[in-house]
């Protein structure tokens, strides 16, 4: 368990309404990533964050944005969600891997399943 | 670029095996294995850091050929927990870029 939480678990909104998610770790990693997941697709990552008020684009960041004004929470902003958007989204951090050899892994949060009507 | 795996899904039964490849386009300094429920998030499995190198955790071990830019995860005498979604990450500063899953089905 890497501390890490995410809210809300479930969310149905409507078309062109602005939708925030949230992250929220409790162990002070400093790289955080959005990601989403969509059938035939794995995960894409959306923004990652590498510090406070640090953060770039992945490879799916259109219609996203996100911020992070401390270490322990990640925020990731629909401006006007669109039914494109519909997905589960997940939160990670990187962490050294438990048991292994000394190197950082990424563990992730619970997931967040978005339903855009 | 993500990395391609192969099968897309494959069915066992309970004490069968099964080989999952991943194969990247970019040249590959680590390779990491996930696995993941229905319903579930994904779960860190194994980490591969050089060519040739193996890992095990359980009866599920991987192999690293950093030459042929690939990666394989061995199930070997598959149990019912076995079952989920595998995904390969290969790692680019910091970032990991997924594969499109491999489904694995271990029936009694």
């Known amino acids: 368990d890497a501390g890490i939480t995410q809210s809300p678990r479930h969310k149905v909104t409507e078309t062109g309404t602005p939708v925030t998610l949230r992250c929220h770790q409790t162990e002070n990693h400093r790289y955080m990533y959005w990601y989403r997941q969509d059938p035939g697709h794995g995960l894409r990552l959306i923004h990652y964050s590498y510090g406070v008020k640090d953060t770039d684009k992945g490879e799916v960041s259109d219609g996203y944005s996100v911020s992070r004004s401390k270490t322990e929470d990640f925020l990731l902003t629909l401006e006007s969600a669109t039914s494109s958007q519909t997905s589960v989204y997940f939160c990670a951090i990187s962490a050294r891997t438990s048991g292994g050899p000394s190197t950082d892994t990424q563990y992730f949060g619970p997931g967040t399943r978005l339903t855009v009507l | 670029q993500q990395p391609v795996q192969s099968p897309q899904a494959v069915i066992l039964r309970e004490g069968e095996d099964a080989v999952i490849n991943c194969s990247s386009s970019k040249a590959l300094y680590s390779v990491h294995w996930y696995r993941q429920k229905h319903g579930e998030a994904p779960v860190f499995l194994m980490i591969l850091l050089k060519g040739g190198e193996q890992k095990g955790h359980d009866k599920i071990s991987a192999s690293f050929n950093e030459k042929k830019q690939q990666s394989s995860l061995y199930l070997t005498a598959s149990q019912l927990s076995y079952s989920g979604t595998y995904f390969c990450?290969?790692?680019?500063?910091?970032?990991?870029?997924f594969g499109a899953g491999t489904t694995v089905t271990v029936r009694a």
């Open positions: 990450g290969t790692e680019d500063d910091y970032k990991l870029s």
